[in-house]
């Protein structure tokens, strides 16, 4: 069964420094790797992906970063801030009875401190 | 106002029960999607539907049962066969490819005494 393994399980940063979360997957049906944030008590909300013709993409201070040969690929949020603090899920697209679907990771608990 | 909504937000029952949670819909989606989240697990996918009067199993899709009889509505039960039923339920919905973005509900907290 197609997994997508996320590390760290919890990450701990200080107020303006970088985060950096990574996913590793086995085989994807295509390139679409989307980054999901959730804060407690609610559901996740999509914060960025990306897509097969570029091997990084950056949004403000998020960047995805995608290394095919490895099938690997990261989000980086640069001068994290205490608003940061939420769990963050990596997915990949696999291919299951001829249907397309979303695998999660496990998810990385981020805590940014002032 | 446009979203996907979830009831109710936390859900008590006896063990041995059948529940339903309910999950709906008014962003116009085709695809619909229940997750499961539990500590440490992530979202593991129980059962979604790309179409109305259509759906799939998904990876844990043992003790559980859906139906989609419209287009903004796609129910969850949790039967008595679910060894381990409480969790964090989220529904989500979609255009309708893999590709487009999932929007989640605000997730039910099932408990089952």
């Known amino acids: 069964q197609q997994q997508v393994k996320q590390s760290p399980q919890s990450l701990i940063v200080q107020k303006g420094g970088i985060s950096i979360i990574n996913c590793a997957y086995e085989n994807t049906a295509f390139d679409y790797f989307p980054w999901y944030q959730q804060f407690p008590g609610k559901g996740p909300a999509l914060l960025i992906a990306i897509r097969p013709d570029v091997s990084e993409k950056k949004e403000g201070r998020f960047t995805i970063s995608f290394n095919k040969s490895a099938k690997q690929f990261s989000l980086h949020i640069m001068d994290s801030q205490p608003g940061d603090s939420a769990t963050y899920f990596c997915a990949a697209p696999t291919t299951r009875r001829g249907t397309d679907k979303l695998i999660f990771g496990t998810g990385t608990r981020l805590q940014v401190f002032p | 106002d446009g979203g996907i909504t979830q009831s109710p937000k936390y859900l008590f029952r006896k063990e041995g029960q059948n529940v339903t949670l309910s999950c709906e819909q008014n962003?116009?989606?085709?695809?619909m999607y229940w997750y499961r989240q539990d500590p440490g697990q992530g979202l593991r996918l129980i059962y979604y539907s790309q179409i109305v009067n259509d759906f799939q199993k998904g990876d844990i899709a043992e003790g559980y049962s859906v139906s989609r009889e419209k287009k903004e509505s796609f129910p969850l039960t949790v039967t008595s066969a679910q060894k381990n039923p409480t969790a964090f339920y989220l529904c989500a919905s979609s255009l309708a490819d893999t590709t487009d973005t999932q929007y989640f509900g605000p997730g039910t907290r099932l408990t089952v005494l």
């Open positions: 962003l116009n989606h085709d695809a």
